[in-house]
């Protein structure tokens, strides 16, 4: 085993594979940081983050406060030198930061400078991006503008969802450190300030953000549906009841706008065997997946084939 300490710190399944090739190439992980333990579902299971459930399989030590900036101490009693980060989720104090004397590094989801924040995969797929990547960077108080140590790309293919690219970011980020860490580790590496002048941001949604507005073009309907699909979903309404929708494709006919250009945006249009066409600024888009509010996610295909309480005419709010 590598003598180097290292303390991890992740909480989401983006973390998940790092911390599994830190164990498999045999790193001295001397410590876990995550979050605490969620209740999760309608039946409120308390659940541990998967991060906590493979170290404790190695017996690694699992810290998990409450406010970090409060309760840090145990960390450091760990006597790091090194502390690697990955979709933690709570903002490490500078205290954590000074600690280890090789520093913090992040695995962060995005081509720094591009979207700082906590919802990186998200936002590049709602912004219709056509590559996006992961940044192996130091740490600093403000977040994500640390020196660029390596970054690795890749393309946005035009079905990803967020969970598609999510996973897939999680394996080339964990590939990245691979190749990167031996360098931090030895002092060798380099790394070199972001540009501040190409800096975008990608803040954490909020339940305004998740609603579909359709005063939009379909292809934008499209990305904002599936950047965030399978979480937390974009929501529409309907006869005053929550729908939330979580599939769709742009629909793919010449003449739509022609034919429905004097429907206002939102408006039910038609109903296909499979899909609900709604009116958007620059023609249809077409809803093949949905959830009512207290029903099951379920396509719009096996949906009609029992009641259907979508009528042409209607309105999406």
Not at 139 to 162: N, R, W
Not at 212 to 225: D, R
Request: charged share 25%; with cysteine; net charge neutral.
């Amino acid at each position: 085993m590598k003598e180097e300490r290292i303390v991890f710190m992740g909480t989401a399944s983006f973390s998940l594979a790092v911390l599994k090739m830190l164990i498999e190439e045999k790193y001295n992980v001397v410590g876990v940081v995550s979050q605490p333990d969620r209740y999760v579902g309608r039946k409120k299971v308390l659940t541990m983050p998967d991060v906590k459930v493979e170290a404790l399989k190695y017996d690694i030590p699992v810290i998990q406060p409450v406010k970090i900036k409060e309760d840090y101490q145990a960390i450091l009693d760990l006597k790091p030198d090194l502390i690697i980060t990955a979709a933690y989720g709570q903002i490490v104090p500078q205290a954590i930061l000074e600690a280890p004397r090789l520093g913090c590094v992040n695995v962060h989801a995005s081509l720094l400078p591009l979207y700082r924040g906590g919802a990186p995969v998200h936002q590049c797929i709602i912004d219709g991006q056509e590559k996006t990547g992961v940044t192996i960077m130091y740490m600093v108080k403000k977040m994500d503008a640390g020196h660029i140590i390596s970054q690795k790309e890749t393309p946005i293919l035009y079905d990803d969802t967020v969970g598609i690219l999510y996973d897939r970011l999680s394996v080339l980020g964990a590939d990245l450190l691979k190749e990167t860490l031996p360098s931090i580790l030895a002092g060798t590496n380099a790394s070199i300030p972001q540009d501040e002048s190409l800096v975008t941001y990608a803040p954490t949604l909020s339940r305004e953000d998740e609603r579909l507005n359709w005063h939009m073009t379909a292809l934008q309907v499209y990305n904002k549906v599936r950047g965030t699909n399978p979480w937390p979903g974009s929501y529409t309404t309907y006869l005053g009841k929550t729908v939330k929708i979580w599939a769709g494709q742009v629909h793919q006919c010449e003449n739509a706008m022609k034919h429905h250009a004097h429907q206002e945006s939102g408006t039910i249009v038609k109903i296909f065997k499979d899909a609900i066409g709604v009116k958007v600024d620059d023609g249809v888009f077409l809803i093949t997946e949905f959830q009512l509010e207290g029903k099951k996610r379920m396509s719009v295909k096996d949906y009609l084939n029992g009641h259907n309480i979508f009528e042409v005419d209607s309105q999406f709010e």
